[in-house]
């Protein structure tokens, strides 16, 4: 089912929002996640809604039909391999990926992206850790706690930082902390390399960490 950069990106961000929670995205949450105005939205989740992509009424959240997650899914793959590929090859930071990639993701064929994906090595997750979709549309995500809501004690590896913000992407590195970095809960902050590091403002609602109890979200 064909559609426009604009259509995709909506996609993009209504899958995204459920990515790491369960509550569905309403569209003055999209608008804020777009940066468009609340008409905007109202317009475009129609002409969604119509194509068969988007679930959506009056007055409550929008989610995705199983035609609009596939369609995101490839959307998101696509943008993740270019990031990454950006990162490895053209030693691009990781706060400045993600402007560029929303650009080249809808200029890339399908079998160029292939080729860009082989030469990486087929990753499994993106810069920021978020996890890369397979072809097939699978998506694969070890259990996770967000750092705002992990116990003290809590002990893991950075597995995810959103990329939302890059000031604060550019704080976070400037912590010493990355994707893979281990880190223990502590009051004020987190423990590395058995140093505490107080965090940016910001910080643990963005910071993701593996969670080995297996009792959070799969």
């Known amino acids: 089912m064909p559609t426009s950069p604009a259509a995709d990106d909506y996609l993009k961000a209504i899958w995204a929002h459920t990515e790491w929670q369960d509550d569905p995205i309403t569209p003055s949450a999209l608008a804020s996640a777009l940066g468009v105005a609340p008409s905007s ?7 969604l809604a119509s194509s068969g992509l988007v679930d959506h009424a009056p007055y409550r959240a929008v989610t995705l039909t199983e035609a609009g997650r596939v369609r995101a899914l490839a959307m ?3 943008h ?3 990031e990454t590929w950006l990162v490895r090859e053209f030693d691009y930071a990781w706060d400045e990926v993600h402007d560029e990639a929303e650009v080249l993701e809808h200029a890339l064929s399908d079998r160029l992206l292939d080729r860009i994906d082989a030469r990486l090595g087929r990753p499994a997750v993106d810069p920021h850790g978020d996890p890369i979709p397979q072809a097939d549309g699978s998506v694969a995500r070890e259990p996770f706690a967000l750092l705002a809501e992990a116990a003290e004690g809590h002990a893991g590896r950075v597995l995810r930082v959103s990329d939302r913000d890059p000031l604060l992407l550019r704080a976070i590195t400037a912590c010493g902390i990355d994707v893979g970095t281990p880190v223990v809960v502590r009051p004020g902050g987190v423990e590395v390399g058995g ?9 643990a609602e963005a910071v993701w960490l593996s969670d080995p109890s297996g009792a959070a979200r799969p």
Do not use: F, H, N, Q
Not at 41 to 47: I, N, Q
């Open 41 to 47: 939205v109202s317009e475009m989740v129609r002409k």
């Open 76 to 78: 998101t793959r696509r």
């Open 80 to 82: 993740r391999i270019i």
């Open 195 to 203: 140093a505490l590091v107080e965090l940016p403002d910001g910080a």
